[in-house]
C-alpha cells in the first residue's frame, strides 16, 4: 500500500526558506506517475503548488514558481519541496500526493502544517 | 490563473440527491476530460472521488457520479447518507495542460 509521509519545521521565519520533504512507501518513485505538493491555508480551500513526473519534467503554480522548486531522491524515496521568500500568506497545511496516469491524486500523505511567522 | 468556482454550500436530507457544480473556462474544464472530485472531512486530508470525469476509484461507493457540459462540471451524490457530510473540491489542468487548478470547495451538509 501506497503511504506518503511529510516532514519539516513547522515555524518558518518570514523571508526565509520552507523546506519539506515527502517519504514515500509502498512504492517506488522512479517507477511512475508523478508527484505533488497542494497546501490549504487555515479554514480555506486547496491550492496546487507543484508536481514532478517520475522521469524528472516538473510543474508549477505559475503564481508561486518563481519561489518554487521541487526536486526527487530516488535514492530516499523522497521528494521535496523548497519554497523561497515566505510570508504569512503561505501558512498552511502542506501535503504531499501521488498522482495517477493523468492529473488526479489519489494518495496523500496526513498533512503538515507550517507557519510562518517572526 | 482563478480558481474553479463552486457554490460555497449544498445540503440535502438523507435518501436525497445533490449535485455540486464546478465552472471553469475553455482553457481548463472544457478543454480537458480530467475533472477529479476529492472529498474532506474536518482534519484529514483530501480522498479521490471521481477522477476523469466520470470515473470512481476502487472503494468508492456507485452513490458518487460525475460528470461535465462544456466549461461546468459536476458531482452527484445520491442516496444521500449521513457520512457524505464534508467539503468537496473539484480540480481540473490548466494552460497548456502543465499545471493544476482546484475549486474553492463546497461544504455539503445532510441535514
Known amino acids: 500500500q501506497v503511504q506518503l509521509h511529510e516532514s519539516g519545521p513547522g515555524l518558518v521565519k518570514p523571508s526565509e526558506t520552507l523546506s519539506l520533504t515527502c517519504t514515500v512507501s509502498?512504492?517506488?518513485?522512479?517507477?511512475?506517475?508523478?508527484w505533488g505538493w497542494i497546501r490549504q491555508p487555515p479554514g480555506k480551500g486547496l491550492e496546487w503548488i507543484a508536481s514532478i513526473f517520475h522521469n524528472g519534467n516538473t510543474f508549477y503554480n505559475p503564481s508561486l514558481k518563481s519561489r518554487v522548486a521541487i526536486s526527487v531522491d530516488t535514492s530516499k524515496n523522497q521528494f521535496s519541496l523548497k519554497l523561497t521568500s515566505v510570508t504569512a500568506a503561505d501558512t498552511a497545511v502542506y501535503y504531499c500526493?501521488?498522482?495517477?496516469?493523468?492529473?488526479?491524486?489519489?494518495?496523500w500523505g496526513q498533512g503538515t502544517l507550517v507557519t510562518v511567522s517572526s | 490563473q482563478s480558481a474553479l468556482t463552486q457554490p460555497p454550500s449544498a445540503s440535502g436530507s438523507p435518501g436525497q440527491s445533490v449535485t455540486i457544480s464546478c465552472t471553469g473556462t475553455s482553457s481548463d474544464v472544457g478543454a480537458y476530460n480530467h475533472v477529479s472530485w476529492y472529498q474532506q472531512h474536518p482534519g484529514q486530508a483530501p480522498k479521490l472521488m471521481i477522477y476523469?470525469?466520470?470515473k470512481r476509484p476502487s472503494g468508492v461507493p456507485d452513490r458518487f457520479s460525475g460528470s461535465k457540459s462544456g466549461s461546468t462540471a459536476s458531482l452527484t451524490v445520491s442516496g444521500l447518507q449521513a457520512e457524505d457530510e464534508a467539503d468537496y473540491y473539484c480540480?481540473?489542468?490548466?494552460?497548456?495542460?502543465?499545471?493544476?487548478?482546484f475549486g474553492g470547495g463546497t461544504k455539503l451538509t445532510v441535514l
Open positions: 509502498g512504492y517506488s518513485i522512479s517507477s511512475g506517475f508523478y
Open positions: 476523469e470525469v466520470n
Open positions: 500526493a501521488r498522482g495517477g496516469s493523468t492529473w488526479f491524486l489519489n494518495y
Open positions: 480540480s481540473s489542468p490548466a494552460g497548456s495542460n502543465n499545471y493544476v487548478l
